[in-house]
């Protein structure tokens, strides 16, 4: 049976978790995502902040829990840089040819989709 020294079944100021260092990454991940957008609005990706918590028992030599690990984790993901041009196929390789109307460049590092 488990032991009771801890009824944890939220996070809290007893369960040793900092809400102040969860909320200050949160930001930083929201403020990266903000500037991402004013840099790049072309690319209509969206921008994304994951909070993952992740809990793992933690047993004794008889297969009992004995404690969890908790592992917080702030992400973000945003789209993609790249570029895409056209180049002219030529007999020893690839020729690149300058930006027309036939010859479109794409992205420019700042407007590629995810």
Known sequence: MPRE???CESLSEESGVE???IGVEMN???QRAFRDCADRPTA???RKITLTIEIK???DERGQLHDASVSI???SSLPKKGLELRMKAASDGL???PASAETETKGLFNESEE
């Open 5 to 7: 020294a801890c009824k």
């Open 19 to 21: 809400y102040g260092v």
């Open 28 to 30: 930083k991940e929201i």
């Open 44 to 46: 209509k990706s969206g």
């Open 57 to 59: 028992p933690l047993t």
């Open 73 to 75: 984790n702030v992400a």
């Open 95 to 97: 020729e690149y040819l």
